[in-house]
Structures are given as C-alpha cells and as structure tokens.
C-alpha cells in the first residue's frame, strides 16, 4: 500500500482501537464505551493521540487514553489514567445526550428537543428544535447552539458565578457552600425555521439560561443585554423545562 494512503488508513483505524483497549486489559469487548470519547489537543502530536471520555462499563469511571502510531502504521494503547475531577464527571454525563420537553413563550407552548453534543473544558454544543402544532400557530425553528458551563456558589442567598466572585472570596467560602451549575447557550445559526402564523419570527439573540437539577434543566429564555456590564436583566423571558431522554 503507498505509504499516503497507510497514512489515511491508520486514522481510520482509532475506531478500532476499541479492540486493542480491551484487549491490552483483558476485559470484555462490550467493556469498554468510546460513544463519548474525544480527542485532548494539548496531549495529542505527532505519531500519538489521547483519548478523554472513555467510560469503562462495568464502574461508569472514565478514563484518558494514550494511543501512539508504530512504525508499520499500528496504534498501539500506551496507557491511560482515570478523570475524576467534579468538572469532568459533569462534562461526561452530558456529553451526547437529548433532553425534552415545553417551552413556553407568550402563551405559547412549544415542543422541544435539545441535544447536548459537544461538552470540554466548559464549553457546551449542539441543537435545538422548537415546534408547534399547526393548529396553534405551526412554528418551528432548528437551530445550533453553543455557550458554556458556569459553576454557581450561593452567598448571602443569592447564587453567583464562580468567575464573578474575587478569589479571596472564593478561597474563605466554607466547604459545605451550595453550588449549582448554570449552562448559557446562545442560538448561533438558524437551520431551518418556519414562522408561526401570527406573523411572529424567530430571533437568533436568544440565550438559554439552564439549571441542572438532577435529570432536568430547567430555566428561562430571554434577550441578553447588548454590552457586558448591565448586569443579568434579559426582556421577554420565556420559560423551559427538558428532561433527560434516556
């Protein structure tokens, strides 16, 4: 085979990778889950890949794994060791995973569907679909969204954002602090969309702001402010509820 095409070749081959983990750990081949796996740039090169998101089956941990590419063009597994950083249990709970259920606005219910597909470093991505039925409205809008993760502590009653808390501030915060984590998502690219009948369109300035809270989000839909510094205030806030479809 010309080497260029080798070369072609052998990525293909990191979906069988899965066959060389569990066979380095002498574990089952079903053992091993790469359905939320991703590459970490920074530990990746040349001739060698890693792998974060690998969830082992039998204990849900998830792994970093090492790949580097032989000579004769094998990916051999190096390695790998267990993330277990609360950011990233997170992150891997939310990657690749669909949530439904109503969004309300103006007396509006819309059915909606949310899948989460990209989740690293705090940052979040993915879609959004929002329709009605053609009897209250026919609207519908398919769009891309993408924000990120803000861990929230509660001071004084009212939750605030770990970047906006000084850090001496943060460091004198008592251990047992309630915290929440807020996902911000913005629409960002318009798919497909269809205008309810009423003559209301779909604006792309909308910012989801969503609670976890144990298998749901839930939270409002508004218009951010046009400048940074005003302030949380939004207008015309909407509110939503998504479960997790399992």
């Not at 009605?132 to 509660?154: M, N």
């Not at 808390?165 to 984590?181: E, M, S």
């Amino acid at each position: 085979m010309h080497n260029k095409n080798r070369i072609y070749y052998c990525f293909d081959l990191i979906i069988c990778s899965v066959v060389l983990l569990t066979t380095s750990v002498q574990a089952d081949t079903q053992s091993v889950d790469f359905s939320k796996s991703y590459v970490i740039p920074e530990k990746s090169g040349t001739n060698e890949v890693t792998l974060g998101g690998v969830t082992t089956v039998w204990d849900n941990a998830t792994y970093s794994v090492n790949f580097n590419l032989n000579a004769d063009y094998n990916l051999v597994l190096q390695g790998g060791f267990i993330q277990d950083s609360p950011a990233e249990v997170l992150e891997q709970q939310l990657r690749n995973t669909k949530w439904q259920d109503i969004y309300n606005v103006n007396d509006d219910n819309f059915t909606t569907e949310l899948k989460i597909v990209v989740v690293q470093d705090g940052y979040v991505g993915g879609e959004i679909i929002h329709s009605e039925g053609v009897e209250t409205g026919g609207g519908y809008l398919h769009a891309r969204v993408t924000g990120d993760i803000v861990t929230q502590f509660q001071i004084n009653g009212q939750f605030i954002d770990e970047d906006s808390i000084l850090a001496d501030t943060l460091a004198k915060l008592p251990l047992d602090t309630l915290t929440r984590h807020l996902i911000r998502i913005k629409r960002v690219r318009g798919l497909q969309f269809i205008n309810d009948a009423d003559g209301s369109s779909w604006s792309q300035n909308r910012e989801y702001r969503l609670i976890l809270q144990n298998n749901t989000l839930v939270g409002s839909v508004g218009i951010p402010n046009d400048t940074y510094g005003e302030g949380e205030a939004t207008s015309e806030n909407g509110n939503i509820a998504l479960a997790l479809v399992k």
